[in-house]
């Protein structure tokens, strides 16, 4: 994903140009004398544990000349980076895993000289991440549940687990922001369809926090009343309109109603309409849709 960075409350911070892991993570992983036996924990696939110290990033080099067209924009990619890495042997998915924020930032710079170009990263430090740095696994790997080992009843031991361990560390949102990033009313959101989309600044790609179509400021008791929809989940694709700049999104959950369609305000702060999708008749993950001008698919 790309956009333009105008934001001077995000302006860089002096930075060591150097990468490290930061003083908040508590969890230290071992360092491996070999490649972990899964194939998606091993290569390219392991997990980055080491951010980019302050706000600037690491300068990159670059072979050639960077188009004039991206000076003062930034590209920026999400992906499942996992906090507490499973056991040899242990199941696993490739969607398993936190959200991690990789960005290059083409700065603005004087017109007329070469575009120079930042790397940064960092953990999306969603309310589950946080909870995972002090508890270890909040959620139950989706390589367990697809397994053939998992069977109902394992699969039904596995939920009820950690939904006791979301009650006794007061989880409240599993999104952590691992799946697609939306720019949407000049908010950087990182989704995952279980949860509240994720806030992040722009270029630091420091996480503001979790951010759910509503008012600034409203009290407790009036959230999800008139401010904003319902039920606090969004899927990871939501669709912009081009005409209106309203967001359109999809929301499932377990319970019935099983699915809600719903409709968000271009400043992102008001909910404009929501309603129960008819028809379904037991919870089924749904990941993706197309809009069109009267239809959405």
């Not at 806030?199 to 401010?227: A, I, Q, R, W």
């Amino acid at each position: 994903m790309t956009f333009e960075s105008h934001d001077p409350i995000h302006a860089p911070q002096k930075s060591s140009g150097t990468t490290a892991i930061a003083s908040d993570i508590k969890v230290r992983t071992k360092e491996r004398t070999k490649a972990h036996p899964h194939p998606y924990l091993s290569g390219n696939f392991y997990p980055v544990f080491e951010e980019t110290v302050g706000d600037e990033g690491i300068e990159c080099e670059v072979i050639g000349t960077i188009p004039e067209s991206l000076r003062g924009s930034q590209y920026v990619r999400t992906g499942p980076n996992s906090l507490n890495v499973p056991k040899d042997g242990a199941p696993h998915h490739f969607f398993d895993g936190e959200g991690m924020l990789h960005g290059v930032y083409f700065e603005p710079g004087v017109e007329g000289e070469p575009v120079r170009a930042r790397y940064m990263n960092r953990w999306v430090r969603s309310e589950v991440f946080l909870k995972a740095n002090d508890h270890g696994q909040m959620m139950m790997s989706l390589g367990r549940i697809m397994g053939p080992a998992c069977g109902f009843l394992g699969f039904i031991l596995g939920i009820l687990w950690y939904r006791i361990k979301h009650a006794f560390t007061r989880l409240k949102s599993v999104g952590n922001g691992n799946t697609a990033l939306a720019f949407f009313g000049s908010r950087l959101l990182a989704l995952q369809e279980a949860g509240k989309p994720v806030e992040t600044s722009v270029p630091s790609l420091n996480t503001t926090g979790d951010y759910y179509f509503e008012e600034e400021n409203v009290k407790e008791h009036e959230k999800n009343t008139k401010k904003g929809p319902k039920q606090e989940i969004c899927t990871a694709h939501p669709k912009i309109d081009p005409k209106t700049g309203e967001l359109v999104f999809f929301s499932y959950r377990m319970s019935h109603p099983f699915a809600y369609y719903s409709v968000v305000s271009a400043d992102g702060k008001r909910l404009v309409w929501e309603e129960p999708i008819p028809g379904i008749q037991k919870s089924i993950m749904m990941h993706d849709f197309a809009i069109t001008s009267t239809y959405s698919m």
